[in-house]
């Protein structure tokens, strides 16, 4: 299992952003005594590790499902948010809305969403409610099939948070919770495959990185093509070019067009003295 610390906050921004998001802030409190310590809000990567496939949610519907149930056929993206923060959740859905729009692969079809609620007191009609806006924003036919909003008891949302390596707290005098914003990739059998830092996820690198964990099931030849091009760079969750893979198929490549370029000038030739063997039988 490879595991290792993120930094706390990725940038000045994000933890601009999740100092904005406790109210008191906003309100010009004393930071010494009304701002809570940002200790402990992390996101510990932890990469091919295993999630439980046994923990118990509630859909949107309030039925009540496992975590498995939304695995073992493709791949999942699982985004932790609760569902009435009131920025920083609601920045981390509008990032994975706006790659989607631009992506080639569609919900419900290469691949699932998993949105999972760590606040214990929210319910399935607020799941029901946020599914509804962002189906709506998204306006894919099927959708609805793949990207699942679930609500959970303390003890299996405290059990799932951990697994992924996600670390929060809950702040008595905002009212909120204080949180670090990611999303993850997990592959179909429920392990972590990718972790996507930030509110705002590339969607080329959102692909790839569904295209390695479904282990090359979904994208196009010219996808596979393109990926192999490229390497993931745990420590900035982005996709860089791979400049010796990029070599080899450049040098492939002009090996293939210089033998194609023989095999056609040889075959003229041949044609050439072929010709040339049947005008001299006529003359003769």
Known sequence: MESFKVKKIQSAACGFLLLCSISGFSQGLNSSSQVTPLEGIDIEQRLNEQLSVDLVFRDETGSEVKLGDFLGDKPVVLTPVYYSCPMLCTMILNGVLKALNTMSFEVGKEFDIVTFSFDPSENAGMARKKKTTYLNKYGRPGSEKGWHFLTGDEDQIKQLTDEIGFHYKFDEVS???????????????????????????????????????????????????????????????????????????????????LVTFMLVMLRRDRKKTQLAGLSNGRIS
């Open 175 to 257: 009212n909120q919770f204080v949180h670090a914003s990611a999303i993850l990739v997990l592959t179909p059998e429920g392990k972590i495959s990718k972790y996507f830092l930030g509110v705002e996820y590339s969607p080329r690198d959102l692909k790839f990185a569904l295209m390695e964990a479904s282990q090359n099931k979904v994208g196009s030849p010219a996808d596979k093509l393109l990926l192999y091009c490229y390497h993931y760079d745990p420590s900035t969750g982005q996709y860089g070019i791979a400049i010796m893979n990029v070599i080899r198929i450049l040098g492939t490549a002009t090996v293939v067009v």
